[in-house]
């Protein structure tokens, strides 16, 4: 890993980055996981335009998680992201491949496609928290 001088001014930045990256992802998520669980009306073109952006920001919050931030500003990582690199970014590669899944399904516009894949992709969220994040 780089130093987190190296791309972010300060330590601070690189975690307001990454948990910039995940609430931009949570927000849209959300907003697809809610039409998938019958929550909100289903609408098409509001479900593939958000599971696309939540797309995207998967793959953004991997560079936050620079050396030197591991306890930086508010963040509520654990040591095993650092400390268990290899099993953070299987982690990581698998919430990605799941909301690549996602961002397909809600392009065939049907929300029985949505519902199969938002599950799968809810539990690489979850799993994520359980085992990286603090409560
Ligand atoms: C969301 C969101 C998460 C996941 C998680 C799934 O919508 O913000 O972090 O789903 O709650 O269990």
């Known amino acids: 890993a780089t130093s987190a001088m190296a791309q972010f001014a300060k330590p601070e930045d690189a975690v307001k980055y990454r948990q910039s990256a995940f609430f931009i992802m949570a927000q849209n998520f959300g907003r697809v996981g809610a039409m998938a669980q019958g929550k909100a009306p289903f609408d098409a073109k509001v479900a593939a335009d958000s599971a696309a952006v939540a797309e995207y920001m998967s793959k953004l919050p991997w560079a936050g998680f620079v050396a030197g931030s591991e306890t930086a500003g508010s963040?509520?990582?654990?040591?095993?992201?650092w400390t268990d690199g290899g099993k953070f970014k299987d982690a990581a590669d698998k919430m990605q491949a799941e909301m690549t899944k996602l961002a397909a399904a809600a392009k065939v516009g049907n929300v029985e496609a949505l519902k199969t894949a938002f599950g799968p992709a809810a539990s690489t969220c979850k799993g994520c928290h359980d085992n990286f994040r603090k409560d």
Do not use: S, V
């Not at 963040?75 to 992201?81: L, M, N, R, V, Y």
């Open 75 to 81: 963040t509520k990582a654990k040591a095993e992201i």
